[in-house]
């Protein structure tokens, strides 16, 4: 029966067939999936969308197929995959009233949901999934008896004149998701900021930038770009545009931990004294160190995960700076709702430390923050991990 199909099919592609309402109902649905023509829609469908429109949407109504190009370094891989993905007519339903219903069995590599289908667009969020099926395909492991598959059935309606895919329902969705696009698309601006914050490198500069740059930003900003991002995810998720999710709330998740560092960082640059500052020898022997104490005077603490850098300089007897450093890893914080304490440092350049006469110690940025892991289920909701 299968061959029987097959056959046809290639008869109607070659252009060997007579007017498509003669075929069967199977038929057109199998002709619709390889070549979605504008003659295939029904009159109601062709009412709401030109041929033009229809060939800006055609490609969605394909049977799934590669779509990366030769030069992608997945191009091998996605071939291979899709070798095994395939489509049958499962039955035909006489409704009694001029229509059909026409059963098609999809069938395709579970694989390929992991990867989301090669979308070219995600494909960086699933690079280790992909190169562990590429390293399985090269080393031959990606068989037929090896793969695992999923399968899904869809319905096609068939009415007298064509095959009806309810347009006007289609056309409402799009303009919905073209709503959806927009809000992600004045969202935009957020690639630019730079949240991949560096709190561990042994320099300063990176981090002093990042929060430099979060600074000229300002917390108004972040905090609106919180909210029209979660409103965006929402809508998408209303819509069923999965496909946002994992990237946005990743970007979500930044944007917290951003707004957590502004918001301590005022408290900090309003609030942060210094006293008691003094060099003198450490105990042990272990050399000249940095001695004072610091307190918070305002009525707001910073949160209690994050922690204040600070910048000390040195200067000579005549008051000439003679060196500085910038210390990031600090433990200057409202930990347990604290509200001051004493620091110890020994200071790196020796040389520099016998001959300070005077220091003066500024802060610098919050040097710490928790991150923020963002999910949504029934609602959005961000813990700190």
Request: charged residues 30%.
């Amino acid at each position: 029966m299968r061959l029987t199909k097959i056959i046809i099919l290639m008869l109607i592609l070659s252009g060997c067939s007579e007017s498509t309402n003669n075929l069967d109902p199977g038929d057109r649905v199998l002709q619709f999936l390889e070549s979605p023509d504008y003659e295939l829609l029904s009159e109601v469908d062709r009412s709401v969308w030109s041929r033009e429109e229809w060939n800006k949407y055609a490609g969605s109504w394909n049977a799934p197929r590669p779509t990366l190009s030769p030069t992608s370094r997945y191009f091998e891989l996605e071939q291979h995959l899709y070798e095994f993905a395939s489509y049958q007519l499962e039955g035909v339903t006489d409704n009694s009233d001029d229509s059909y219903s026409v059963t098609v069995v999809f069938r395709w590599p579970s694989v390929l949901e992991e990867v989301y289908f090669f979308d070219d667009s995600l494909i960086e969020f699933v690079e280790d999934e992909l190169t562990n099926l590429l390293t399985a395909y090269e080393s031959g492991r990606l068989t037929p008896e090896t793969i695992k598959y999923s399968e899904a059935e869809e319905v096609f309606a068939v009415v007298s004149d064509g095959i009806f895919i309810n347009a006007e329902e289609a056309q409402r969705r799009r303009e919905e998701n073209e709503e959806v696009d927009k809000l992600f698309i004045e969202l935009s601006h957020i690639d630019d900021y730079d949240l991949d914050f560096d709190f561990y490198s042994l320099g300063s500069s990176k981090l002093t930038r990042q929060i430099e740059e979060l600074r000229e930003i300002g917390i108004e900003q972040i905090n609106l770009d919180i909210s029209s991002l979660e409103s965006a995810i929402v809508k998408a998720k209303e819509l069923q545009r999965d496909r946002y999710n994992y990237s946005s709330l990743n970007t979500l998740g930044k944007l917290h931990q951003a707004s957590l560092l502004l918001e301590s960082d005022s408290i900090f640059s309003n609030s942060l004294e210094f006293n008691e500052v003094r060099v003198a020898e450490a105990q042990g022997r272990r050399g000249i160190g940095l001695f004072f104490d610091w307190r918070i005077t305002g009525d707001l603490l910073p949160h209690e995960a994050v922690s204040a850098g600070f910048q000390a300089r040195y200067f000579d007897s005549n008051s000439n700076q003679i060196g500085s450093e910038e210390f990031l890893i600090s433990v200057i914080s409202a930990e347990n709702g604290d509200r001051g304490g004493s620091v110890g440092r020994i200071i790196d350049n020796q040389g520099v430390a016998r001959r300070v006469s005077s220091v003066e110690i500024g802060y610098l940025v919050p040097s710490r923050a928790p991150r923020f892991n963002c999910k949504f289920d029934e609602a959005i909701k961000c813990e700190q991990r």
